[in-house]
């Protein structure tokens, strides 16, 4: 008999409710999107934002009706989302102010100002990047929001806690923060020190598949019917990467807001080599470990859409970056992109700043988004190749971004590599793995 459960995929533009029936023998026969939202970031102005997570739970619960509307009722639900944000929450489990955006500008300079970068690689195995949650704690912690906080919970985490009252945080998400001893066995203690925590105020941290409880009395009542939420791989990479079928062994991209560049291994590497060249070591389940590298990635495209051709789709947009000629590139993780005011300046900037003539055109800014995309691609790849030790064969992309065949046609050009694409819904399919195993 299979068993019909419910996946909640957030990313940063957008999230959706699926339904996948998943058979006895473990496989996922069939996806469904039930409903899609947008994910609201909220600009506070003076480049400050935040998510609407009000909005979010809204939508989740939205979604779930509308199962029981179609008469296909999930017996589980798994969440998942974009790494590092968070939630904090008073001893009255009542969330204290905003869940803060990663792209908030509070995070620029921060690298300075609270622990040497490289000893928190040492420490860790993560790349310091300063949207991490240990340095937004960090900035909490001066601001004195911190200090009002009795937990905390990662945004998938905050969500399923809204949804049952439970509060468990889910290994994968942690892995993103910073916060975690390479292997992620336990919370490093140095760092929680500099912050004045103690591990319990990240409440109990489960790996994927867990139990964390059903719905509460009221939604339950509101939606007809109720469900098992667990946790799935709550960070989207991770579930994609299990969604692919990915093998150690392959270079694996993860393409959608961000591409996630690297591959699987049993133990972390932290080397100073690793360091340098940008790498990080997150981690899906125990005993496995994604080594990769953060790229830019569809955020740009879609940003400049938004922009400069609003009325077309991104087809249209892929379309027009076949027929250009432009032959400028830039820097995709220049930190001039994380959220500019105007992406088609910040684009212009880079453009001119490196010597390059300036589009004219609006398929000029497109072929110059993929073509940058394509050489960071290829740039990280030879990158990897020193770093791990390692020959590849071969490139799997998957994620909404395997689909832009012209990407994958410049990214077999700049590396030299068969670029193989795998399932676009991976991250969808990846979180009801982990919650039926």
Known sequence: MSTLASAVDIGAT???LLLAEVSDAGKVESLSEVHRFRTPLVDDGDGHCHWDVDSLFSSIVEGLRKCAESGRIPSILGIDSFGVDYALLDQDGKRVGEVVSYRDSRTEGVLERFESPSLLFDRTGIQPMAFNSCYQLFLDRESGKLAK???MLFLPCYLAYLLTGVKKNELSIAS???LLTPGGAKFEESILGSLGLDPSFFYEVVGAGSPIG???KEIADEIGFDLEVRAALGHDTAAAFLGAGAKKGEILLSSGTWSLLGVLKNEPTVTREAFLAGFSNELSRPGEVRFLKNISGMYI???????ILADFSIEDAVRLARKSEYRGYFDPNDPSLMNPASMEEAIRSLLGRSGFDLPLEPGDYFK????SLAKAYAQTIDELMKVASFEPEAIRVFGGGSKNVYLNELTALETRLPVY???SEATGVGNVLSIIR
């Open 421 to 423: 694409r795998g399932p």
């Open 176 to 178: 993103t923060s910073g």
């Open 301 to 307: 495209a879609n940003r400049l859409r938004s922009e």
């Open 368 to 371: 110059a988004v993929y073509v």
């Open 149 to 151: 906080a009795s937990g």
């Open 214 to 216: 059903t719905l509460k």
């Open 14 to 16: 957008s999230g959706r």
